[in-house]
């Protein structure tokens, strides 16, 4: 019995000295040469998003969180203005803010080494109408305590420029920086800003820190973006020696984006571009089958199908550049891109060849050599116009809404065609609203909807604005429709139109049977039953109306008719 209790006691020692060498090596880690990541070679951002949280581990109170992300929220400052005298451009006193980390575990156990950028957006209000700033950053994250701690000793002299292209290439901020050239900023703009930025300033006097907290957050708390992580913190920057602060102490405070929603919302709009290209090839033929014959076809303003197929180049370089910069989402864009192209490319340039051929003379007797010559003129206008309106737009970059409008009123010209040719329903009821609705699915998409994955600020008025001014213009194309081409202008500014009810004289001696039915005409029924050509041909006028609708020519004499 007493051999038995004393090996207990044998065992219970053991244990219990097992147990204090494991709290000592846990309290004491192994010496470690510096922060050094554990891999040397760098991983791209697909690696942190898809296999960088494999790490975490739900497990324990201390597991270790995997920070790395785009984090998205505001800053302000401590007191109403910055009350440093240093840099007085800091004249807001809040904005937005977006957070890049990067976090990597070291031999050191429960710290990570991360580096990060922090854009103040809204932060400078001076005479260049600044509008952020950008810093970079390095530290660690104290993993059991929840402690971010970066510095940015900007006296000294570094070459930051390859880690922030690292630390920027992720896809939220690379569809960012498309979204900021097509619709917000040029290039030209940012270039300025680098050389007048008071950051030149603040790089040789200022010293950063930033301390923050960071936490979970259940991903419902958050409309639109699912989150993973939140971080407070504060951001101070006292200045080298005795300089002095170079601005007050700001608060800092942002919440992580999951990238595959983001990816989602890119995939998303790609299909929706995909489908809206698809509607538009329908509709198209159903149009091309409306006016299939050649006069048909000569009803149809050519600047107004060049006009379309100009818009759908430009949607297709764009959705082609979008997929080349982020090249995880290149088959999603590249998908798109595709349908724009065969929309503008082969039935667009389709129609629009058509179209011009009906409205050449068809007895000119030009040979093949002209009719080349003319085609290559009306190509070279086509891609020459594409061409130039690229360089207009880049040239006129900060008016690109206004720019937008014109392109949008693409219907003005067919308007106008109608009126001038006084065109009996060139375009049919179902292209009209069909083509109306579906181009404007893309400009709803990136100015009115409040989580667009391109981060667009939304513009209620502007998206009220081209609804608006889509829909007179559908609206004017179906009054001419249905009541004529012509019927919303006054008599008085209308030219001379023929009359083909006009009288005639019945001592004449003509023939009286209509060539297209071979049936006799009653000269004694009412005006409105026959018609009366400037060649003074008689034929039904369901009949005549038929034939014009096919060519503008007298069925018996082969001469030109005006429009009805």
Known sequence: MKKRQHLGVLRLGLELQIIIWLSIWVAFPQQAAGLRPIREKARTWSDEWLFGRKQVSEAGRFSAWNITGTYRGNWKFLDSLNNSSKFQDFQKSNGNSVVELVAVPTKITGVHYVQGVVVFHDVFDNEQNLGGAQISLEGVYIWPFRQLRLVA????????????????????????????????????????????????????????????????????????????????????????GDDGDCFSPMLLNATSLNVEVYYNKAVNYTLMVTFVSFLQVLLLIRQMEHGNTQSGAAKVSIVMIGHQAIMDAYLCLLHLTAGILVESLFNAFATAAFFKFVVFSIFEMRYLLAIWKATRPSNSGEGWETMRRELSFLYSRFYGILLGGILIMYELHNYMRPILLLMYSFWIPQIVTNVIRDSRKPLHPYYILGMTATRLAIPLYVFGCPHNFMRVEPSKAWCVSVCTFMGLQAVVLLLQHYFGSRCFVPRQMLPEKYNYHRRFNQDVSRNTDCVICMTAINL??????????????????????????????CPTCRRSLPPA
Not at 224 to 230: V, W
Request: charged share 25%; with cysteine; proline share 3%.
């Open 153 to 240: 000793n900007s006296g000294k002299e570094s070459d930051s420029g390859q880690d922030e292209n690292n630390l920027l290439s992720n896809p939220y901020h690379l569809l960012g920086i498309f979204s900021s050239q097509v619709f917000q900023e040029s290039t030209r703009d940012r270039i300025l800003q680098r050389k007048i930025s008071p950051r030149n300033e603040m790089d040789k006097h200022c010293n950063i820190e930033l301390a923050a907290q960071i936490s979970r957050v259940a991903s419902s708390d958050n409309n639109g973006d699912k989150s993973y992580y939140h971080m407070d913190g504060l951001m101070e920057s006292p200045g080298v």
């Open 524 to 553: 004694r029924q009412r005006t409105s039953d026959f018609m009366v050509t400037p060649c003074e041909h008689l034929f039904h006028t369901g009949c005549l109306q038929r034939w014009m609708d096919i060519k503008m020519e």
